[in-house]
T-cell receptor, first 115, second 115 residues
Framework: NAGVMQNPRHLVRRRGQEARLRCSPM?????VYWYRQLPEEGLKFMVY????????ESGMPKERFSAEFPKEGPSILRIQQVVRGDSAAYFC?????????????FGPGTRLTVL | AQTVTQSQPEMSVQEAETVTLSCTYD???????LFWYKQPPSRQMILVIR??????QNATENRFSVNFQKAAKSFSLKISDSQLGDTAMYFC????????????FGKGITLSVRP
Protein backbone atom coordinates (compact mmCIF):
# COMPACT_ATOMS: atom_id res chain seq x y z
CA ASN A 1 0.00 0.00 0.00
CA ALA A 2 1.77 3.11 -1.25
CA GLY A 3 1.91 6.09 1.05
CA VAL A 4 0.80 9.62 0.28
CA MET A 5 2.44 10.81 -2.92
CA GLN A 6 3.26 14.40 -3.72
CA ASN A 7 4.76 15.83 -6.85
CA PRO A 8 6.80 17.54 -7.77
CA ARG A 9 9.15 17.29 -4.80
CA HIS A 10 10.83 20.53 -5.76
CA LEU A 11 9.32 23.34 -7.80
CA VAL A 12 10.97 26.57 -8.86
CA ARG A 13 8.88 29.42 -10.17
CA ARG A 14 9.53 33.03 -11.02
CA ARG A 15 7.41 35.75 -9.49
CA GLY A 16 4.07 36.02 -11.29
CA GLN A 17 3.99 32.43 -12.52
CA GLU A 18 1.56 29.74 -11.42
CA ALA A 19 2.42 26.79 -9.20
CA ARG A 20 0.47 23.53 -9.19
CA LEU A 21 1.13 21.05 -6.44
CA ARG A 22 -0.34 17.56 -6.62
CA CYS A 23 -1.23 15.12 -3.87
CA SER A 24 -2.37 11.52 -4.28
CA PRO A 25 -3.76 10.20 -0.98
CA MET A 26 -3.23 6.73 0.33
CA UNK A 27 -5.46 4.07 -1.18
CA UNK A 28 -8.86 4.11 0.49
CA UNK A 29 -8.43 7.63 1.86
CA UNK A 30 -10.95 10.21 0.71
CA UNK A 31 -9.94 13.06 3.01
CA VAL A 32 -7.03 15.36 2.20
CA TYR A 33 -5.41 18.15 4.20
CA TRP A 34 -2.89 20.73 2.96
CA TYR A 35 -0.39 22.34 5.33
CA ARG A 36 2.30 24.94 4.69
CA GLN A 37 5.65 25.10 6.46
CA LEU A 38 7.50 28.38 6.23
CA PRO A 39 11.25 28.36 7.00
CA GLU A 40 11.97 27.77 10.70
CA GLU A 41 8.26 27.34 11.44
CA GLY A 42 5.83 24.56 12.20
CA LEU A 43 3.21 23.37 9.76
CA LYS A 44 0.13 25.55 9.41
CA PHE A 45 -3.23 24.25 8.21
CA MET A 46 -4.45 25.60 4.90
CA VAL A 47 -7.39 23.58 3.62
CA TYR A 48 -9.28 20.34 4.18
CA UNK A 49 -11.05 18.59 1.31
CA UNK A 50 -13.15 15.54 0.78
CA UNK A 51 -13.77 14.15 -2.68
CA UNK A 52 -15.31 16.99 -4.75
CA UNK A 53 -15.89 19.15 -1.67
CA UNK A 54 -13.97 21.78 0.26
CA UNK A 55 -14.80 21.23 3.91
CA UNK A 56 -12.64 23.88 5.59
CA GLU A 57 -10.51 26.50 3.84
CA SER A 58 -10.08 28.77 6.84
CA GLY A 59 -6.28 28.63 6.67
CA MET A 60 -5.93 29.43 3.00
CA PRO A 61 -5.22 32.98 1.79
CA LYS A 62 -8.30 34.42 0.10
CA GLU A 63 -6.46 35.52 -3.00
CA ARG A 64 -4.28 33.58 -5.45
CA PHE A 65 -4.69 30.22 -3.65
CA SER A 66 -7.20 27.53 -4.57
CA ALA A 67 -7.56 23.82 -3.95
CA GLU A 68 -9.57 21.00 -5.43
CA PHE A 69 -9.98 17.27 -4.98
CA PRO A 70 -11.86 15.91 -7.97
CA LYS A 71 -13.74 12.64 -8.11
CA GLU A 72 -10.91 11.16 -10.14
CA GLY A 73 -7.27 12.07 -9.80
CA PRO A 74 -5.10 13.81 -7.25
CA SER A 75 -5.82 16.82 -5.10
CA ILE A 76 -4.35 20.02 -6.53
CA LEU A 77 -3.17 23.08 -4.66
CA ARG A 78 -2.87 25.97 -7.08
CA ILE A 79 -1.06 29.21 -6.42
CA GLN A 80 -1.49 31.93 -9.00
CA GLN A 81 0.92 34.83 -9.52
CA VAL A 82 3.40 33.52 -6.99
CA VAL A 83 5.39 35.91 -4.81
CA ARG A 84 8.60 35.35 -2.85
CA GLY A 85 6.61 34.94 0.36
CA ASP A 86 4.99 31.81 -1.08
CA SER A 87 8.36 30.02 -0.86
CA ALA A 88 7.74 27.21 1.59
CA ALA A 89 7.29 23.47 1.94
CA TYR A 90 3.74 22.35 1.22
CA PHE A 91 2.62 19.11 2.82
CA CYS A 92 -0.40 17.03 2.05
CA UNK A 93 -1.89 14.53 4.49
CA UNK A 94 -4.68 12.03 4.03
CA UNK A 95 -6.96 10.02 6.27
CA UNK A 96 -9.74 7.48 5.70
CA UNK A 97 -12.31 9.66 7.44
CA UNK A 98 -12.35 13.23 8.63
CA UNK A 99 -12.52 12.18 12.25
CA UNK A 100 -9.75 13.11 14.61
CA UNK A 101 -9.25 9.55 15.82
CA UNK A 102 -7.86 8.61 12.42
CA UNK A 103 -4.20 9.36 11.91
CA UNK A 104 -3.30 11.81 9.18
CA UNK A 105 -0.57 10.31 7.01
CA PHE A 106 1.79 12.86 5.50
CA GLY A 107 3.38 12.97 2.10
CA PRO A 108 7.04 13.96 1.58
CA GLY A 109 6.12 17.56 0.76
CA THR A 110 6.74 19.87 -2.17
CA ARG A 111 9.35 22.54 -1.67
CA LEU A 112 8.38 25.64 -3.63
CA THR A 113 11.02 28.24 -4.35
CA VAL A 114 9.98 31.53 -5.89
CA LEU A 115 12.79 33.47 -7.56
CA ALA B 1 -8.74 28.44 18.84
CA GLN B 2 -5.87 26.29 19.96
CA THR B 3 -2.24 27.25 20.39
CA VAL B 4 0.79 25.01 20.81
CA THR B 5 4.01 26.41 22.25
CA GLN B 6 7.47 24.91 22.05
CA SER B 7 9.75 27.40 23.73
CA GLN B 8 13.06 25.60 23.28
CA PRO B 9 14.36 26.16 19.73
CA GLU B 10 17.07 23.54 19.96
CA MET B 11 18.59 20.91 22.22
CA SER B 12 21.56 18.61 22.15
CA VAL B 13 22.07 15.25 23.83
CA GLN B 14 24.84 12.69 24.01
CA GLU B 15 24.18 9.37 22.32
CA ALA B 16 22.64 6.79 24.72
CA GLU B 17 21.46 9.45 27.14
CA THR B 18 17.94 10.68 27.85
CA VAL B 19 16.43 13.95 26.71
CA THR B 20 13.09 15.64 27.36
CA LEU B 21 11.41 18.00 24.91
CA SER B 22 8.81 20.41 26.28
CA CYS B 23 5.44 21.45 24.90
CA THR B 24 2.54 23.42 26.31
CA TYR B 25 -0.79 24.09 24.72
CA ASP B 26 -3.89 26.15 25.27
CA UNK B 27 -7.44 25.11 24.47
CA UNK B 28 -10.96 25.34 25.78
CA UNK B 29 -11.72 21.84 24.48
CA UNK B 30 -12.06 19.00 26.95
CA UNK B 31 -11.48 16.15 24.52
CA UNK B 32 -8.55 16.12 22.17
CA UNK B 33 -5.46 14.28 21.01
CA LEU B 34 -1.84 15.34 21.31
CA PHE B 35 1.01 14.20 19.10
CA TRP B 36 4.73 14.36 18.67
CA TYR B 37 5.97 14.29 15.07
CA LYS B 38 9.55 13.85 13.93
CA GLN B 39 10.88 15.60 10.83
CA PRO B 40 14.34 14.33 9.84
CA PRO B 41 16.45 16.08 7.19
CA SER B 42 14.40 14.30 4.51
CA ARG B 43 11.52 16.52 5.74
CA GLN B 44 9.11 13.58 5.87
CA MET B 45 6.69 13.99 8.80
CA ILE B 46 6.70 10.87 10.95
CA LEU B 47 4.29 10.27 13.82
CA VAL B 48 6.26 9.37 16.94
CA ILE B 49 3.59 9.07 19.62
CA ARG B 50 -0.02 9.97 20.33
CA UNK B 51 -1.92 10.69 23.55
CA UNK B 52 -5.66 10.80 24.05
CA UNK B 53 -6.61 13.51 26.53
CA UNK B 54 -9.20 11.34 28.25
CA UNK B 55 -6.56 8.75 29.14
CA UNK B 56 -4.66 9.38 32.34
CA GLN B 57 -1.98 6.84 31.49
CA ASN B 58 0.97 8.30 29.64
CA ALA B 59 1.60 6.87 26.17
CA THR B 60 4.82 4.96 25.44
CA GLU B 61 6.33 3.67 22.22
CA ASN B 62 9.58 1.81 22.76
CA ARG B 63 12.19 4.47 23.67
CA PHE B 64 9.66 7.30 23.46
CA SER B 65 7.29 8.26 26.25
CA VAL B 66 5.28 11.30 27.20
CA ASN B 67 4.50 13.15 30.40
CA PHE B 68 0.96 14.41 29.94
CA GLN B 69 -0.28 16.88 32.56
CA LYS B 70 -3.79 17.84 31.51
CA ALA B 71 -4.41 20.41 34.22
CA ALA B 72 -1.15 22.17 33.43
CA LYS B 73 -1.70 21.72 29.67
CA SER B 74 1.75 20.29 29.34
CA PHE B 75 2.87 17.47 27.06
CA SER B 76 6.57 16.63 27.09
CA LEU B 77 8.38 13.92 25.14
CA LYS B 78 11.11 11.83 26.71
CA ILE B 79 13.56 10.01 24.46
CA SER B 80 15.57 7.33 26.24
CA ASP B 81 18.80 5.80 25.00
CA SER B 82 19.15 8.50 22.32
CA GLN B 83 20.41 7.33 18.94
CA LEU B 84 22.06 9.25 16.12
CA GLY B 85 18.98 8.61 14.00
CA ASP B 86 16.91 10.61 16.47
CA THR B 87 18.53 13.79 15.15
CA ALA B 88 15.63 15.74 13.66
CA MET B 89 13.11 18.49 14.26
CA TYR B 90 10.33 17.49 16.63
CA PHE B 91 6.89 19.04 16.49
CA CYS B 92 4.20 18.93 19.12
CA UNK B 93 0.66 18.99 17.68
CA UNK B 94 -2.94 19.17 18.85
CA UNK B 95 -6.25 18.12 17.34
CA UNK B 96 -9.68 18.57 18.89
CA UNK B 97 -11.86 15.49 19.02
CA UNK B 98 -14.54 15.29 16.38
CA UNK B 99 -15.13 15.48 12.69
CA UNK B 100 -13.54 18.01 10.39
CA UNK B 101 -10.69 18.74 12.77
CA UNK B 102 -7.29 19.96 11.73
CA UNK B 103 -3.88 19.67 13.34
CA UNK B 104 -2.31 22.67 15.09
CA PHE B 105 1.48 22.48 15.33
CA GLY B 106 4.10 24.13 17.51
CA LYS B 107 7.15 25.78 15.95
CA GLY B 108 9.30 22.75 16.56
CA ILE B 109 12.56 21.98 18.30
CA THR B 110 15.79 20.91 16.64
CA LEU B 111 17.32 17.94 18.44
CA SER B 112 20.93 16.99 17.78
CA VAL B 113 22.29 13.69 19.07
CA ARG B 114 26.09 13.81 19.53
CA PRO B 115 28.16 10.66 18.97
Amino acid sequence: NAGVMQNPRHLVRRRGQEARLRCSPMKGHSHVYWYRQLPEEGLKFMVYLQKENIIDESGMPKERFSAEFPKEGPSILRIQQVVRGDSAAYFCASSPTGHSYNEQFFGPGTRLTVL
Amino acid sequence: AQTVTQSQPEMSVQEAETVTLSCTYDTSENNYYLFWYKQPPSRQMILVIRQEAYKQQNATENRFSVNFQKAAKSFSLKISDSQLGDTAMYFCAFIATGANSKLTFGKGITLSVRP
